[in-house]
């Protein structure tokens, strides 16, 4: 798996500092792991960019270029500002090449537009799939085609292929994706008459005559 250079540097910690990181164009970060305490660092947005257009399995090569310190990381948590969903923080994991790790892996699925076509719904329930395996083994995505779908079926996590060396974690019954029709008009009414009644009932429960 091919590896990006990020160049980083240390940083002052504190909220000041932090603030005063961001205004100049850098993002705090916090680099610890295997054979080394946790390290605040700062990394421009240049080279943000290179972390958050690959996975977060992917594996980058940093360099703390004033401290002379390098290695094998993966992004282990992002931190977004709640309202302009930019990044404020993220904390990079250093690894080593010959451990395993566990990681998140991204399901996409492909041929959704012929379930559409025949009147159906996909409803994804899992997102990601956890796995166990040597970095270099890290899957980018599991890819599942459901053209071939229909009605009813049901894709669960012990269906998906592994590759070699590559262990599931997420437990094998956990549905992934479940092919439904959609929900009609008149069904749709009908609970929401249903709904209405409760209402109704619970209201009139609540009124007591007036103690005299």
Do not use: W
Request: glycine share 8%; with cysteine; aromatic share 2%.
């Amino acid at each position: 798996m091919e590896q990006e250079v990020v160049l980083a540097r240390t940083r002052e910690v504190g909220t000041g500092a932090a603030k005063a990181l961001r205004r100049a164009g850098q993002i705090p970060a916090v680099l610890y792991g295997k054979g080394i305490d946790s390290v605040p660092i700062a990394i421009d947005s240049k080279q943000m960019r290179k972390i958050m257009s690959q996975s977060l399995g992917h594996i980058h090569k940093i360099m703390v270029e004033d401290v002379g310190l390098e290695g094998n990381v993966m992004v282990q948590a992002i931190d977004r500002d709640p309202i302009t969903g930019e990044v404020i923080h993220i904390d990079l994991h250093r690894i080593s090449l010959t451990d395993k790790v566990k990681v998140e892996v991204p399901v996409t699925v492909v041929g959704e537009e012929e379930l559409t076509k025949q009147g159906l719904v996909l409803q994804r329930q899992l997102r990601d799939i956890s796995v166990e395996c040597l970095p270099g083994d890290i899957p980018n995505e599991f890819e599942i085609d459901v053209s071939h779908l229909n009605f009813g079926d049901t894709i669960l996590a012990g269906d998906l292929k592994m590759p070699e060396g590559v262990k599931i974690m997420t437990p094998p019954d956990e549905v992934v994706l479940v092919v439904v029709a959609p929900r009609t008009v008149a069904e749709e009414e009908v609970e929401e008459a249903a709904e209405e009644k409760v209402e109704e009932e619970g209201k009139v429960a609540g009124v007591h005559e007036p103690e005299e």
